[in-house]
């Protein structure tokens, strides 16, 4: 399956880039850049710099759009570090970023009817991209983001990607014809520990030592903002292996739609009165399955890195 990702690249979107490069079942031919964890520019050079540390530099990045009005949150800076990255200092990259994020993801869905998009940050891209209707008709899309059996992480109702671009996350789910909405209702049962980052950094590589000093980071983020979860939620890369085998989550077709306005804005809610596309929600996660697939891949393409 060939697959773009869209990464605002934070500590969990960095687990997703590295799931899909090691999976033998995907051919990643692109990622698309938006902001959220970081700045946009922020996060493409992390994705390049994150590209050649594991072996493919090949890979193009192209940056997206980003609101004028974004500011990296103080929450955000201490979950991901200022750099995004677990303050992990990787090497300024030796290759730039390519063109438009839009144009990519437009003219990726016009050539290639296998191809699976990956969202992990606001749906501001690839709102924009849904102008095309050949686009919002046959993109086959599987998001990280939402809540809808579960409270926000950013406010009770909301979750973070949404709560950037509501109105992005609406139009996704009113125009778009394929998508799987992978939300903290599952994400939050996928969790890493330091039993987990303790096998990376035995490594010794420094693939292994990148991944584990990012984790680490982020598993002490976690024990100060949610103290309850014992780990820290796989988010970002869950999306990726749900992309990758389908079967690890069951879902609920529903009709979404996203608050806009109001008290509830940023709340992701089935709404059974709309007409319109149905998207798969997902509600139940095969967490042993997920955990053990996430160990062994990301684990093989540290030992080589």
């Not at 050079?45 to 500011?71: H, K």
């Not at 839009?102 to 501001?124: K, N, Q, R």
Request: hydrophobic share 45%.
């Amino acid at each position: 399956m060939k697959l773009i990702l869209d990464l605002d690249t934070g500590i969990d979107d960095a687990f997703a880039l590295a799931y899909a490069l090691a999976s033998p079942e995907v051919e990643l031919i692109g990622v698309t850049g938006t902001y959220g964890n970081v700045t946009v520019a922020d996060g493409v050079r992390n994705t390049l710099a994150l590209l050649e540390l594991f072996g493919r530099p090949d890979v193009p990045v192209y940056p997206g759009p980003q609101r004028e009005d974004f500011e990296v949150a103080e929450i955000s800076a201490f979950i991901h570090g200022a750099n995004g990255l677990g303050e992990v200092e990787l090497p300024a990259p030796a290759t730039g970023p390519a063109g438009s994020a839009v144009e990519l993801l437009i003219d990726a869905v016009h050539t290639h009817p296998d191809l699976v998009i990956v969202p992990t940050g606001p749906s501001t891209t690839i709102a924009a991209a849904l102008d095309d209707d050949h686009f919002a008709e046959h993109a086959r899309i599987v998001m990280m983001g939402g809540a809808l059996t579960v409270p926000g992480n950013v406010r009770p109702w909301a979750e973070a990607n949404v709560w950037q671009d509501p109105e992005a996350t609406n139009e996704v789910f009113r125009r778009a014809r394929h998508v799987t909405m992978i939300g903290l209702d599952v994400t939050l049962k996928t969790l890493l520990t330091r039993t987990e980052t303790a096998q990376w950094r035995a490594l010794g590589t420094p693939g292994g030592t990148m991944l584990a000093d990012a984790a680490d980071h982020y598993i002490g983020a976690y024990a100060t903002t949610s103290p309850h979860l014992g780990g820290c939620g796989l988010h970002d890369p869950l999306a990726v292996a749900v992309a990758v085998d389908p079967s690890l989550v069951e879902c609920l077709a529903l009709p979404m739609q996203v608050d806009v306005a109001g008290e509830t804005r940023g709340r992701t809610i089935g709404d059974l009165s709309r007409q319109g596309p149905l998207v798969n929600v997902a509600v139940g996660v095969d967490v042993a399955k997920f955990l053990g697939e996430f160990m062994t891949r990301l684990t093989r393409l540290a030992a080589n890195t």
